[in-house]
């Protein structure tokens, strides 16, 4: 059987000690989700992202002007918890679009480019890059940018267990 778990612990961290385990068997496998990395993915501040030329937050969005190609940033002493290179990411954001298009960037490694608004999901694949998530507009652009989480999903096999404890692979 399958079984999600959310943790705002790390993978290897003793945080299924407590709690009713009967639900699980050895051979399940259980996926477990971190918390999201993104600080602000909302925009219900000015706060933790580096807005380039064009860029701006108010109103609980990032907003992009047209009139040159620039990117909003989350750095890496803004981000919640550090981007692994080779690590599948889930990123979960919202767009507004009246022209032109825009492309996120995880630790260097591009998404898929949109040109419509809307709400997406991408599987992206951390680069080597000391930007751990960009949004990077043509000169064109005009929207806005919201509700941005960024998390990782692992499966793992339960290979043993105790009364208290699950043990993993």
Not at 58 to 70: C, H, K, L
Not at 76 to 81: C, G, H, K, L, M
Not at 114 to 129: F, L, V
């Amino acid at each position: 059987s399958n079984v999600s778990l959310s943790s705002s612990c790390s993978i290897g961290d003793d945080f299924l000690n407590a709690g009713d385990l009967s639900r699980f068997s050895v051979n399940d496998i259980i996926s477990l989700s971190t918390f999201d990395s993104i600080t602000n993915g909302a925009f219900a501040s000015d706060a933790n992202w580096f807005k380039n030329t064009g860029w701006s937050i108010g109103s609980g969005v990032a907003t992009a002007t047209a009139g040159s190609a620039s990117a909003l940033v989350q750095n890496a002493n803004n981000i919640a918890s550090p981007i692994i290179e080779g690590v599948v990411y889930k990123l979960v954001y919202t767009l507004t679009r009246s022209a032109g298009s825009i492309q996120p960037l995880i630790a260097g490694n591009a998404g898929t480019s949109r040109s419509s608004g809307g709400t997406y999901t991408e599987y992206i694949m951390a680069g080597d890059s000391n930007s751990p998530i960009q949004f990077v507009k043509d000169a064109s652009f005009a929207g806005t940018v919201d509700n941005v989480s960024l998390t990782t999903t692992e499966h793992m096999k339960i290979t043993s267990m105790t009364e208290s404890k699950l043990y993993v692979q």
